[in-house]
T-cell receptor, first 114, second 110 residues
């Protein structure tokens, strides 16, 4: 089975711009979660989508949004970029049908805001 | 208080030794527990998952869970230089939220 894919892998944007990141989960997985990873804060949960519905949301401002399509692919959007948004953005997919709820991460998108 | 706490390390062990990584969590209702390995510049890779009290073994890795003490650990036997990485502990709560620790950096010295 192919793993989780994320595009683009690297991105450089300037303050005030917006950005859209894409994630394709493992085939058959219906849950996609997004995380932000920075050296200072570690891995922080942004939101989870399941069957096109946002099921959980972390403590991030409304500039961070997402959506999921009927094929389970997900996009994350960040508007009005700030320098502090520079981070590795990871998406993780899960079948979400077992009690254990294992998540598998994609390679990430490295976003640099200048 | 953070949801998940780990010793940041760094932890250094000689090759062939046992590496012991520890994690505590604050939500007593947490259901599932995970260990991820993350090499520098790479994304986290799932090593182990555990959801019942006790030990779970997979090759050289053993995860231990004690829900009463809200404590999870990972033992790596016969440590190899290729095990040098940051190890992340993750906890899934009843609300299906995942919380990650900040990671423990492990160096295995040849």
């Amino acid at each position: 089975k192919a793993g989780v894919t994320q595009t683009p892998r690297y991105l450089i944007k300037t303050r005030g711009q917006q950005v859209t990141l894409s994630c394709s989960p493992i085939s058959g997985h219906r849950s996609v979660s997004w995380y932000q990873q920075t050296p200072g804060q570690g891995l922080q949960f942004l939101f989870e989508y399941f069957s096109e519905t946002q099921r959980n949301k972390g403590n991030f401002p409304g500039r961070f949004s997402g959506r999921q399509f009927s094929n389970s692919r997900s996009e994350m959007n960040v508007s009005t970029l700030e320098l502090g948004d520079s981070a590795l953005y990871l998406c993780a997919s899960s079948s979400a049908i077992s009690r254990v709820y294992e998540q598998y991460f994609g390679p990430g998108t490295r976003l640099t805001v200048t | 208080q953070k949801e998940v706490e780990q010793n940041s390390g760094p932890l250094s062990v000689p090759e062939g030794a046992i590496a012991s990584l520890n994690c505590t969590y604050s939500d007593r209702g947490s259901q599932s527990f995970f260990w991820y390995r993350q090499y520098s510049g790479k994304s986290p890779e799932l090593i182990m998952s555990i959801y019942s009290n006790g030990d779970k073994e997979d090759g050289r890795f053993t995860a231990q869970l004690n829900k009463a003490s809200q404590y999870v650990s990972l033992l790596i036997r016969d440590s190899q230089p290729s095990d040098s990485a940051t190890y992340l502990c993750a906890v899934k709560t009843r609300g299906n939220q995942f919380y990650f620790g900040t990671g423990t950096s492990l160096t295995v010295i040849p």
